[in-house]
């Protein structure tokens, strides 16, 4: 079946990066696009960037321009989302998802990873 | 960005019972192509969200047919015709219409 797997929990200095990955499996990874968004704890949903896990093409929220980097590896059915310069209110649980053709929307997501920015 | 508004944040609902979320959008979500990429996501408690509706009311695959979708431009509605305990969780609208993607706020279904 469809599923996206993330990597696990980081904890993150400020002023740090933080690399999260997402593996795909049960479906062609290059035929749909991998969105990432982000809920800080207690709050909604916030959409960052998508990448076409076909051709590799991406496009970020201006709210998150030059500091957040998405790429991926079609030999490891993997989409990966890099955050550079955190802050505490960088905290948050990140989500990748997969979009399809058809609902043109999030039709399966990753479980999450948290990521913590802590001095 | 397009401002999802949704009502009410709260809903407490009886088991059994219907319950509604409206969602509106601060511009019209119907694009050039002539689709409306408004969405309806289900949030359980310590989940990821899940997809229920797509296009307005197009339920998606598993979605029990107590959850239905409608509304046109800038008005849309989830509707819930009987209300079970798996439903508790938090309904988030979205649009895909415009750039960059934009969700509602959130509205948390609990039982009464």
């Known amino acids: 079946q469809v599923q996206l797997v993330q990597s696990g929990a980081e904890v993150k200095k400020p002023g740090d990066s933080v690399k999260v990955s997402c593996k795909a499996s049960?479906?062609?990874?290059?035929?749909?696009?991998i969105h990432w968004m982000r809920q800080a704890p207690g709050q909604g949903l916030e959409w960052m960037a998508w990448?076409?896990?076909?051709?590799?093409?991406?496009r970020y929220s201006p709210k998150f321009q030059g500091r957040v980097t998405i790429t991926r590896d079609t030999s490891a059915s993997t989409a990966y989302m890099e955050l550079s310069s955190l802050t505490s209110e960088d905290t948050a649980l990140y989500y990748c998802?997969?979009?399809?053709?058809?609902?043109?929307?999030?039709?399966?997501w990753g479980q999450g990873t948290m990521v913590t920015v802590s001095s | 960005d397009i401002v999802m508004t949704q009502t009410p944040l709260s809903s407490p609902v009886t088991l059994g019972q219907p319950a509604s979320i409206s969602c509106r959008s601060s511009?019209?979500?119907?694009?050039?192509?002539?689709?409306?990429?408004l969405s309806w996501l289900q949030q359980r408690p310590g989940q990821p969200p899940r997809l229920l509706i797509y296009?307005?009311?197009n339920r998606f695959s598993g979605v029990p047919d107590r959850f239905s979708g409608s509304g046109a431009g800038t008005d849309f509605t989830l509707k819930i015709s009987r209300v079970e305990a798996e439903d508790v969780g938090i309904y988030y609208c979205?649009?895909?219409?415009?750039?960059?993607?934009?969700f509602g706020q959130g509205t948390k279904v609990e039982i009464k």
């Open positions: 990448i076409d896990a076909g051709n590799g093409d991406t």
């Open positions: 998802a997969r979009v399809t053709s058809v609902s043109a929307t999030f039709e399966m």
């Open positions: 049960g479906y062609t990874f290059s035929g749909s696009p």
């Open positions: 979205t649009q895909a219409t415009h750039f960059p993607r934009t």
């Open positions: 296009k307005i009311s």
């Open positions: 511009q019209s979500l119907v694009h050039s192509d002539g689709n409306t990429y």
